[in-house]
């Protein structure tokens, strides 16, 4: 990884860019309305969705227009109308229109972040950091614009008098729908490559937290060519044109495997193309000869309790040497005992509420099957009260030593919550990582660069991590995507822009191969 790409995870470079400068709080007191851009144009409609604060019950952050069927269309009309003049463009000339429309995006970006802990409940440095990746990811895609526009050919070969040049070709208009839980970050593991590739979009931010994600995507929309990008908001009942609409070539979809799943069924009734970043249940593999100072526990502690849990490529189940368990409890244990829940924006918190009520719910059901079951559950922290009370909160958890079958085991908690479980062989360690429906991403803990790769390459998930795990040391030059049920396709780098580009033949008759031929 870049020293850039490092810095973008920084806690450090984050702390003072992220701090309650004046504009982002204003930003933050004020009502925030966001509408829908399309064709060129900001465009409000009557009818709104107003976004819930998950850690104040009853307070709205603000409200999003509410796109109708109609609105939807509109959107893919207007981009596939500038799709010929986009498309026609080379890769660095597109290059050079979006370096264009990505400059300045940092001005706005406390104001950002204050109305997406809002809306999301993360932390404000998570949130900052959240539209700091995003310009980090577009200018990294940037970097690959020399290798897009690259043809192969092939020479006439025994027994094929043809010269066969191999191009590659956009799709068309794609559509790109993100979640809450770092909705302007992922977005940028997916915008910039699609457009680079030459496709127009229409984006659809989350419909529970749009509000800053709608806000940043437009201003980039506005330096951009009317119709390039778009963006729309409201209900997911009004969407189906994203997928079905017979003009989208593509969809990217970041999300649930249930929520992949839907998505999938839908494209099958148009054909549209999909690329799915779906859900993890990321095992991280502790051997005997690990590293657990506290340099390598910070990096564990935040791969698996970041963003209150709530991140896909999050380390979801702990294995660890039997010998070492007691040892990595501990250290855990340590850094647990010093979170403070409470509300994103306030200073001090380190741990927000979950997104949703029914993610609470879930996690606080499995927490409790555990117990159930016998299993030892550790919880710490405390809630907050006043005006939190009732919010989305949970106490963070370790389940230790739980039985396999249990869901805090097999399914993703998606929370603050993780069980830790010991292995005697190296052998029991990956049968046990590898026995799961999911394949995002992994991590080996170990002073021996061999114990790494050899365990590492044994790992069946698309991402695997040496002595470290998840978002924050994530390679974002490297293609990054889940196999299993934990989606298909792949983003970033020059494969994720050739996953929003076709590749078309072009085949020239040799004739003087084809008379050695006939000779």
């Not at 590739?197 to 437009?218: C, E």
Request: proline share 5%; with cysteine.
């Amino acid at each position: 990884m870049t020293d850039t790409q490092d810095a973008v995870v920084s806690t450090d470079a984050a702390d003072g860019a992220a701090s309650d400068t004046e504009a982002g709080r204003a930003q933050a007191d004020a009502a925030v309305r966001t509408g829908l851009f399309i064709g060129g144009e900001e465009r409000f409609t009557d009818e709104v969705v107003k976004i819930a604060d998950p850690g104040k019950p009853g307070v709205i952050v603000g409200e999003a227009a509410s796109a109708s069927p109609q609105d939807v269309a509109d959107a893919v009309a207007a981009a596939k109308a500038a799709f010929p003049s986009w498309s026609a463009l080379s890769a660095h000339e597109r290059a050079s229109a979006m370096a264009e429309a990505i400059a300045g995006i940092a001005d706005d970006r406390d104001a950002d972040a204050a109305i997406l802990s809002q809306e999301n409940g993360k932390i404000r440095m998570e949130a900052w950091i959240d539209a700091l990746v995003f310009e980090i990811r577009w200018n990294v895609t940037l970097g690959v614009a020399d290798q897009v526009d690259v043809d192969t050919t092939l020479e006439p070969a025994p027994g094929i008098p043809v010269t066969t040049r191999i191009a590659h070709s956009p799709l068309g208009v794609v559509s790109i729908i993100v979640p809450f839980n770092w909705p302007i970050a992922i977005l940028g593991a997916a915008l910039p490559n699609a457009l680079l590739a030459g496709n127009t979009v229409v984006v659809k931010p989350p419909a529970s937290a749009p509000l800053a994600t709608a806000r940043l995507v437009q201003r980039v929309a506005q330096k951009l060519p009317a119709g390039v990008l778009n963006v729309v908001t409201g209900k997911d009942e009004n969407m189906s044109a994203l997928i079905q609409n017979p003009d989208v070539a593509k969809l990217s979809f970041t999300g649930s495997v249930n929520g992949g799943k839907r998505m999938m069924e839908m494209a099958s009734k148009s054909l549209t193309r999909v690329t799915l970043e779906l859900g993890g249940n990321d095992a991280a593999v502790i051997a005997e000869d690990a590293v657990l100072d506290d340099t390598h526990i910070d990096r564990l502690f935040g791969a698996i309790y970041d963003t209150t849990g709530q991140i896909c490529m999050n380390a979801k189940r702990v294995y660890v040497h039997r010998s070492r368990q007691d040892e990595l409890v501990a250290a855990l244990e340590a850094r647990l005992q010093k979170v403070v829940l409470g509300y994103g924006l306030d200073e001090g918190t380190t741990m927000g509420p979950l997104h949703q009520p029914a993610q609470k719910a879930f996690v606080e059901e499995i927490i409790q099957e555990a117990k159930d079951a016998g299993a030892e559950v550790r919880e710490y922290g405390e809630l907050p009260g006043g005006e939190l009370e009732g919010g989305n909160f949970l106490r963070p958890a370790l389940v230790i030593d739980p039985d396999p079958s249990l869901r805090v085991v097999t399914q993703e908690q998606f929370g603050p919550v993780i069980p830790i479980i010991p292995f005697d062989t190296e052998e029991e360690a990956i049968a046990a990582a590898n026995d799961t429906w999911a394949g995002l991403g992994g991590s080996v803990w170990t002073s021996s660069p061999e114990t790494a790769q050899r365990i590492g390459a044994q790992l069946h998930c698309g991402y695997v991590w040496i002595n470290d795990h998840g978002a924050n040391r994530l390679d974002l030059r490297a293609p990054f995507g889940g196999v299993k049920q934990s989606g298909m396709g792949r983003e970033q780098g020059i494969e994720g822009v050739r996953d929003f580009q076709d590749t078309r033949s072009i085949a020239t008759l040799d004739e003087a191969a084809l008379a050695a031929m006939a000779h």
